[in-house]
């Protein structure tokens, strides 16, 4: 069974899977899971797109004014299942993967729109005829045919044009359960974080499904963590909110005697050096705490024993959550100056100044230069790294790093440097490398030619580049 029929199987299935009438922001009511689907769709759509023409109701459907897909005039419905879309004319620039919530889809008006693109998911009506899905006045126009795409589903672009990877995910929230569309054609992972999760990264696949299925949630909100790379060496990297509420119910408030949770309401106070946190006024609190002081490692204050007023010294960033079903998280960061900071000399223990770090590519690496701190710490994290950070030297780094061994990609180099009294800065810093920066020569016996040499010097160094020849002699 190819993609296109287990998405529609699947979604087929969820028709009869239905439940007690259940309110959403006291406005409207799903009935069956398909509603929920078939919402999250019609939504997408009317986001995805700027500068449209939808109808009065359309745009009444998508904020909760009138329920009933039906009452839309670009919807047509057979016995309360909808059976067509019709966006003709209305300046459409994105058709979102969501379209997949429509099991029982069997045409697709779109003529006369702005779409230069076509995702594979359009392929739910793929049961009909050409007729069926309309692009005329589109530029996606004359790209394929019908029966061509039905025969093999995929994403089509004119050829000036490409989906961007991380923007054209899909994403269908119903009850516990998410889907996510369109997790690239080579390498992708995907992670969730939450109060659910204790504020830990938990993964959910590596090397994912197309179609992607998370379900059996807690309640609660959730930070989705997904990186991408496509076959031509393409990565991206999306962070999504999204809430997860059984039957559609949002979490009912707990009562007052379990404690005030507001985190807009905490307040973070600076005094010589220390941190006040005020207002962890929760039944349950927790705040950690990173920085360059605690080498980026995070350290736990306290769990569940914080007092109302919590002191901290010494910190630069600082975090809290509650729990017991209704949560709040927030980040705030501060700075600690001190008033009479004793710094050492450049002589004695070396500069700390990550401004004055240097990324130069090379036929033969990264050159890193600057590193004249005390203690030097260096890392890279990208693609070609199955996105683990690589530590390239911690404490033992010399003034100038040379990087070797990375292969065409994008990669962020991590630096942080310390002094022996506390005194430090870090720096990330994003370095593309092209085939073109790693020349080899086209036959075996090497290229001889003395004007393509190249000469670097580097504190007390001489770095000669090019140097492609099978037999090699230097002369000082």
Not at 42 to 71: E, G, M, R, T
Not at 346 to 355: A, F, K, M, R, V
Request: aromatic share 10%.
């Amino acid at each position: 069974m190819n993609r296109t029929l287990q998405l529609k199987a699947i979604l087929l299935f969820f028709v009869f899977l239905s439940f007690g009438r259940a309110t959403i922001n006291a406005q409207c009511i799903f009935y069956n899971q398909t509603e929920r689907l078939q919402y999250a769709a019609i939504k997408a759509i009317y986001d995805q797109n700027s500068k449209v023409f939808f109808s009065s109701n359309l745009n009444n459907f998508v904020n909760q004014q009138i329920c009933s897909i039906c009452d839309i005039p670009e919807v047509y419905c057979e016995r309360e299942k909808v059976v067509g879309l019709s966006f003709r004319g209305s300046n459409l620039t994105t058709m979102p993967r969501e379209i997949a919530a429509f099991p029982d889809l069997q045409f697709l008006y779109l003529d006369n729109n702005q779409l230069s693109c076509l995702p594979k998911e359009v392929a739910v009506i793929c049961a009909g005829n050409a007729a069926n899905l309309t692009l005329e006045g589109n530029p996606i126009f004359n790209t394929t045919g019908f029966f061509d795409f039905c025969a093999n589903p995929r994403d089509i672009c004119i050829p000036s044009k490409s989906f961007d990877l991380c923007d054209n995910l899909g994403f269908i929230n119903y009850l516990d359960t998410l889907y996510i569309l369109g997790l690239g054609e080579k390498y992708s992972k995907v992670e969730i974080i939450g109060a659910n999760t204790g504020w830990k990264v938990f993964p959910i696949c590596e090397n994912c499904d197309d179609l992607q299925l998370i379900n059996d949630l807690p309640d609660g909100e959730y930070t989705l963590k997904i990186n991408l790379t496509d076959k031509n060496g393409q990565s991206c990297y999306r962070e999504e909110k999204i809430t997860i509420a059984r039957n559609g119910i949002q979490p009912t408030p707990p009562a007052t005697n379990i404690g005030d949770i507001n985190c807009d309401q905490l307040e973070f106070e600076i005094t010589g050096g220390d941190v006040y946190i005020n207002g962890l006024t929760a039944n349950y609190n927790k705040v950690e705490y990173i920085g360059a002081n605690t080498n980026w490692k995070v350290v736990l204050e306290c769990d569940g024993t914080c007092s109302t007023n919590t002191l901290i010294p010494s910190l630069k960033v600082g975090t809290y959550t509650t729990g017991l079903g209704n949560t709040c998280y927030r980040e705030k960061i501060v700075s600690i100056d001190n008033a009479n900071p004793t710094l050492p000399d450049d002589g004695e223990l070396g500069s700390i100044n990550c401004d004055g770090l240097e990324f130069e590519v090379n036929f033969d690496g990264v050159y890193i230069s600057g590193l004249t701190a005390v203690y030097n710490k260096v890392e890279y994290i990208g693609a070609n790294t199955d996105w683990k950070v690589i530590r390239e030297c911690d404490g033992d780094c010399p003034s100038i790093r040379l990087v070797q061994g990375l292969k065409q990609g994008t990669y962020t180099f991590k630096v942080f440097q310390s002094g022996e009294f506390g005194e430090n800065c870090y720096h990330e810093e994003t370095i593309r490398i092209d085939s073109d920066d790693l020349p080899y020569p086209s036959e075996q016996n090497g290229q001889l030619n003395c004007d393509n040499l190249v000469f670097d010097g580097f504190v007390n160094q001489i770095y000669v580049g090019n140097l492609m020849a099978s037999g090699l002699r230097m002369k000082f």
